[in-house]
């Protein structure tokens, strides 16, 4: 199981580096945050459906059914991204002059040779803020898709059908907070400082540590998905700036930036799956709950001290 789990992430990991340095080419920077809000929000649009579906699946037909409908809807995708997809605007056989004309206008310039400075790219402070502000904010998201079931069924004594339903709405408001926080961020972008901007939107993101350790208080499963939810929406506030770190700060190499970056806070899928574990077993899910916290204020707090919001790497 751990063999294909870790082929799973293999296969999976070109996705957001694929994705950004496309975005960098398809949008213009007043767009960055709610082009990649819209297209990366789908890692919280996912479990909207999944988790409900993998319960209603499993319950009729056993859980290795799960498995091979999923897979399936590679099958579905495929095309659709080979036929409708392409790595420019120029290139594409569906876009208008006028559109082709307002992107090529005001992106970054994205012409000749390049060889990816890795070394300077992990030697900006910039890059570290916005990697650690990603890890912490994939902690909890990685806490959510693999123990949030285990957490309401064995700890809240939730049923199986009301923790499929209960675990993916705070997915529902992550997906709805990174769109609201995208648009909200270009907005204000267009007249203020785009640094100053998303320092002030990290803010809301600080006040998640705030909100988690209440799920050791409340008692009614309305109270406990409601907090779940809010938790989410304030997370989401930094999701727009994880998403734009590489296209702003070095738009060449927007991909292999990502990929960095991405890489980095992905080590919160390997540890918060153990971790987890460990600390409810050994202390208790209350302490569980504080750890999460501190991890998302440390990233919060890391970000309004190193961050940047402008080309660093020409």
Known sequence: MAAVRALLGIGESGTNPAVTSMLVKWFPPQEYSRATSLVL???????????????????????HTVFYVFASLAIVWLPLWLFL?????ETNRFIKEAELN???????????????PWRKIVSLPAFWGVAILHLSANWLYYFLATWLPTYLLAERKFSLSATGFSS?????????????????????????????????FVIPFLFTAAVLPWLSVVNSPIAIVSLLCFSMILLTSATPTIN?????????????????????????????????????QSFGWNWMLWLLAGVIFVGGLTYIMLGKAQKLID
């Not at 709405?169 to 400082?193: H, M, Q």
């Open 102 to 116: 307002h992107i090529v206008s005001s992106r970054p310039d994205m012409s000749g040779k390049l060889k990816v």
């Open 244 to 280: 734009t770190g590489a296209l702003e700060l070095a738009p060449r190499y927007s991909g292999t930036f990502m990929g960095i970056q991405n890489c980095f806070a992905n080590l919160a899928g390997v540890l918060v799956p153990v971790i987890t574990g460990y600390v409810a």
């Open 168 to 200: 993916a709405l705070p997915f529902l408001s992550a997906w709805i907070g990174a769109n609201f926080f995208g648009v909200l961020i270009d907005r204000c972008c267009l007249t203020r400082n785009r640094t100053h901007v998303r320092k002030y």
């Open 85 to 89: 997809s392409t790595d420019r605007p």
């Open 41 to 63: 929000s789908g890692s919280y649009a996912g479990p909207i459906i999944a988790l409900p579906l993998a319960t209603a699946i499993a319950t009729a037909s056993g859980w």
